[in-house]
T-cell receptor, first 112, second 112 residues
Framework: VELVESGGGLVQPGGSLRLSCVAS????????MNWVRQGPGEGLVWVSG????????GYADSVEGRFTISRDNAKRTLSLQMNSLRVEDTGLYYC??????GGRGTLVTVSS | DVVMTQSPLSQPVTLGQPASISCRSS???????????LSWLQQRPGQSPRRLIY???NRDFGVPDRFSGSGSGTDFTLKISRVEAEDIGVYYC?????????FGQGTRLEIK
């Protein structure tokens, strides 16, 4: 399983970012996928998840209405559109296949 | 939400000695397909999390057999038969039985 996350960066509160994750080494189109955040010096927090065909989507309460998860099975890509960003959204964002972490994550910093 | 509670949160160990980490869930983790979706992750300093154990007791490919998982219902345990220097880091339990997926707080394994 290899997952390559990208799209992170420094953004001001209220701004937007779009994260992407390109998958390889497994059958992406049949896999449940998630985004997980790890704040500085903190533990792991599930942010959002999506079913293999995209029909089922879930969000943590803290991001509901601000973040949108999507996937393109033909391109083996998972995305996370992050709007109205808050300081507390800061962290390293990992793309996961279920409970498998296959990448280095992408860093999101929300600060003025 | 399913609350995952780990203990201890810090475990000083002597190299070559065993170690054990407990994880308790606030609800049962048996899914509709009959499987129990409880995993154990290892995060070494400066690295991404890596899954060691899935579905309570199944070791991932390449995981040394000194690691073992057990448990049922709401009580689960990760055991290391003889701790080696490369085992130092933070260990998390994670449930993927239902959304939101949730993690334990993490247990820091450190050399005594």
């Amino acid at each position: 399983v290899e997952l390559v996350e990208s799209g992170g960066g420094l953004v001001q509160p209220g701004g937007s970012l779009r994260l992407s994750c390109v998958a390889s080494g497994f059958t992406f189109s049949t896999s449940w996928m998630n985004w997980v955040r790890q704040g500085p010096g903190e533990g792991l927090v599930w942010v959002s998840g999506i079913s293999p065909d995209g029909s089922r989507i879930g969000y943590a309460d803290s991001v509901e209405g601000r973040f949108t998860i999507s996937r393109d099975n033909a391109k083996r890509t998972l995305s996370l559109q992050m709007n109205s960003l808050r300081v507390e959204d800061t962290g390293l964002y990992y793309c996961t296949r279920g409970s498998i972490f296959g990448g280095r994550g992408t860093l999101v910093t929300v600060s003025s | 939400d399913v609350v995952m509670t780990q203990s201890p949160l810090s475990q000083p160990v002597t190299l070559g000695q065993p170690a054990s980490i407990s994880c308790r869930s606030s609800q049962g983790l048996v899914s509709s397909d009959g499987s129990t979706y409880l995993s154990w992750l290892q995060q070494r300093p400066g690295q991404s999390p890596r899954r060691l154990i899935y579905e309570v007791s199944n070791r991932d490919f390449g995981v040394p057999d000194r690691f073992s998982g057990s448990g049922s219902g709401t009580d689960f345990t990760l055991k290391i038969s003889r701790v080696e220097a490369e085992d130092i880091g933070v260990y998390y339990c994670m449930q993927t039985a239902r959304w939101p997926n949730t993690f334990g707080q993490g247990t820091r394994l450190e050399i005594k």
